[in-house]
């Protein structure tokens, strides 16, 4: 070896227990134990869970753990991990120990949220009007004007209702003395609440009993709620409210489609709306539906390319005229992320006092503002001790966390805070509090924060669902809880402390199997499977009653469940022909033929045995995994209208086709088959369509008779919406039984393609 090697091993060494030690050094910092009180003794109101804990052995909850990674998995609650290299969807780490809040701890929480986000919805409006706040030069002007959410398009645009962040996620924290402290405020496109209600549906399902017998306050009517805050955003009676969602590669899809399948609304592309005369109308089989209230959960660069970022194909084209013209509500507002800017972080106390002359009951934490020569080189004198952070950052992304970090990581931030101080602020490291969570080595402490979801509401009234979205640092001594850097989940319990001195009849036994429930939680368990055979059904708006309501199915989504149908088909096919390869009861000439009319690339002047093999070979590697993944696709671009049940059905598809077992993915197309022929009229029939067509397709390519597959296709031709372009493929089908003409086939395919393409 090397002098140099040598002497670099040695400072590689000397780096490594240095951040052991560190490590070690953040790890002995007293926190607060969120079950256990300072002699080691549960908390009243963990007295419950503490007893399950020391009841239960590790293996008996890690296979509860296990189970809940199961359910996530076939219900496909993933996340996209954006600065992986494959971009891949991951499961979000659970745990199955909750977190434990008492209500009378949860009414402080709830007053200090309501009053933080009351005064920065003031803020918001203020700073796109009068400017009073930096006129007073409270808030500096410039601080306003240079956070990159600022958007002059707002500036003078008078709202119906003036609530700019309806939806809005405050991140909180509790100190070394159990004081609940404000790290961060959310109020662009807060995600997580469907984690938040999957965890407790985890809960209600593999603790039944445990729950059953805890007064815990209930949040599953948060759908209701987002509902009804969205339609307080505006003074129409009924408004049509769309969810809109970037896509399924954003890392919140399941959360859009989660919602928008909860509130019944639906959930649309920006190629799926259009706006004329400053309206904004979505695309649908019947026709153009106007949209009152839409929903985005993409960022604002993005949402109109005319005003924004022009290259931009996520968005809508002239929303914002629409916008600007009192004919539409965006929410959350266009410009509402200047308030969440961490720069901006410091001054919430003084909007607080400034707008609603009270002070703040939840406390920031103290905050250094690089762009203070003073405070930017007190941060550079101790970035081994700070927590520095971008203020546009997010997700955990571009974070220094000084005891933890090496003097290289230490020493690479440094060059990046000098060369833009103002992007930086940095705040003392907090040991947040830590809850009981299952690990590899057994039950451990574990650091973590909590994500109250609020509703504002266009009358000024706030809301706020008895929990929250609880997120923890899986890895020892990690501070970062963010599921993007490997941070995982807890069901949050606000339990009712004024009923916990109850008697109980019975001691409470876990069903650690979760295959049965004792009598005392059967009436909980009706409750939570009252929409057992509900359909997926966003339904057009503006009628008194429902069942009068026509479904709203988007031209994209129609076509989307048309390729669910052709793929399917396919799927069945190929199935098939695979069964007759390996089976051998196929001659020759049937092989060429359908080598020759299906496209595939064996020889056909090989043997048979030579021609079998490299069909064998193309459908096992290429055309059937292709064709699954199709299917898969089309899933998920589908969600939004077809129901849960039937989804997990197709993701289990998914996940034998990934362990190489087609044959046995096959078999599972048959239940979900089963399933789609009980999902709304509409979807079905467009489903139906494309399985039809698929098979008229191969009947015509094959030289097959077609009487029969035609007249099955009239008959779902038929059941499409009445006085619209599509009535025009029935006299097309007509003729084509007529004639039996390949051309005639060739003109219906023609048309279809043009109709459902209107809608992309």
């Not at 970062?480 to 850097?485: C, D, M, T, W």
Request: charged share 20%.
């Amino acid at each position: 070896m090397t002098k140099e090697a040598t002497q670099k091993q040695s400072q590689n060494q000397n780096q490594t227990q240095s951040q052991s030690q560190t490590k070690k050094t953040l790890e002995k910092r007293p926190c607060f134990d969120e079950l256990k009180d300072a002699k080691g003794k549960y908390r009243p109101v963990a007295q419950a869970v503490g007893d399950w804990l020391d009841d239960t052995s590790m293996d008996a909850i890690n296979h509860l753990n296990e189970q809940a990674e199961n359910i996530f998995y076939r219900k496909g609650v993933t996340f996209t991990v954006y600065s992986d290299a494959k971009n891949i969807e991951r499961m979000i780490p659970f745990d199955i120990v909750p977190r434990i809040i008492s209500a009378s701890e949860w009414q402080l929480i709830e007053a200090g949220c309501k009053q933080r986000i009351t005064a920065l919805n003031a803020f918001l409006h203020d700073i796109y009007h009068d400017q009073a706040i930096m006129k007073a030069d409270i808030v500096p002007a410039s601080y306003v004007y240079a956070s990159g959410c600022y958007e002059p398009w707002m500036m003078g645009i008078e709202l119906d209702k003036p609530i700019y962040s309806h939806i809005s996620g405050i991140d909180l924290i509790r100190d070394e003395e159990g004081r609940f402290c404000v790290l961060e405020d959310n109020l662009r496109t807060p995600s997580g609440v469907s984690y938040m209600l999957e965890s407790r549906t985890i809960s209600e399902t593999l603790l039944a009993d445990l729950f059953a017998h805890t007064p815990v306050l209930g949040i599953s009517d948060y759908p209701k709620r987002l509902k009804k805050c969205l339609a307080s955003s505006i003074s129409k009676y009924d408004p049509q409210i769309v969810i809109l969602t970037p896509g399924r590669f954003n890392s919140a899809y399941y959360e859009h489609a989660f919602l928008a399948h909860e509130m019944n609304v639906p959930l649309v592309h920006g190629y799926d709306l259009v706006v004329e005369d400053s309206k904004v109308y979505m695309q649908s089989i019947r026709g153009k539906v106007q949209v009152d209230i839409i929903y985005r959960r993409i960022d604002d660069p993005f949402i109109d390319p005319l005003a924004f970022q022009s290259d931009s194909i996520l968005g809508v084209s002239g929303l914002m005229s629409a916008y600007r013209a009192g004919n539409v509500v965006i929410v959350n507002a266009p410009g509402t992320g200047v308030a969440d800017d961490k720069s901006l972080y410091p001054f919430v106390p003084d909007m607080i006092k400034f707008y609603l002359n009270e002070e703040p009951i939840l406390p920031n934490i103290e905050t250094y503002q690089c762009r203070k020569p003073d405070e930017l080189a007190y941060v550079l004198d101790n970035l081994d001790k700070l927590v520095v952070k971008e203020t546009q950052g997010s997700g955990g992304y571009g974070m220094l966390i000084g005891p933890t970090s090496s003097k290289q990581e230490i020493s690479d931030y440094r060059k990046r805070l000098l060369e833009n101080p103002a992007g930086f602020i940095a705040q003392p490291t907090i040991s947040l509090s830590t809850n009981p969570t299952a690990v590899i080595d057994g039950i451990a402490p574990r650091h973590i924060d909590l994500r109250p979801f609020i509703l504002s509401h266009g009358d000024g009234s706030v809301d706020i669902v008895p929990g929250g979205l609880t997120r923890v640092a899986m890895v020892e001594g990690s501070l970062v809880v963010n599921s993007s850097q490997g941070g995982g989940i807890k069901d949050t319990w606000v339990v009712d402390d004024d009923k916990l001195n109850q008697p109980h009849t019975s001691k409470i036994h876990v069903n650690k199997t979760a295959d049965r429930a004792d009598p005392s939680s059967i009436e909980n368990s009706a409750v939570n499977h009252a929409s057992y055979y509900n359909r997926a059904q966003p339904t057009e708006a503006g009628f008194a009653d429902l069942d009068d309501a026509p479904m709203i199915l988007l031209l994209s989504t129609g076509s989307y469940l048309i390729w669910l149908g052709r793929y399917s088909e396919r799927l069945y096919y190929y199935d098939s022909i695979m069964k007759q390869l390996i089976n051998g009861d196929i001659k020759k000439s049937q092989v060429q033929h359908l080598i020759h009319n299906l496209g595939f690339s064996a020889d056909t002047s090989d043997s048979l045995k030579v021609m079998k093999s490299q069909m064998l070979n193309e459908l096992e590697q290429n055309i059937i995994p292709s064709v699954v993944t199709s299917i898969e696709t089309n899933v998920q671009e589908a969600k939004g209208v077809i129901g849960k049940d039937t989804a997990e059905l197709y993701n289990l598809i998914k996940r034998l086709s990934n362990a190489g077992t087609y044959r046995a993915a096959t078999l599972q197309l048959y239940a979900c088959n089963a399933a789609m022929k009980q999902e709304h009229p509409t979807v079905t029939c467009f489903w139906q369509l494309g399985r039809y067509f698929e098979q008229l397709e191969r009947a015509v390519l094959l030289g097959e008779d077609t009487s029969e597959i035609s007249l099955q296709f009239k008959y779902w031709i038929n059941q499409l919406p009445e006085n619209t372009r599509w009535r025009e493929l029935t006299r097309l089908t007509n003729q084509m039984i007529r004639s039996k003409q390949f051309s005639d086939f060739k003109m219906i395919s023609r048309e279809f393609n043009i109709i459902l393409q209107q809608g992309v």
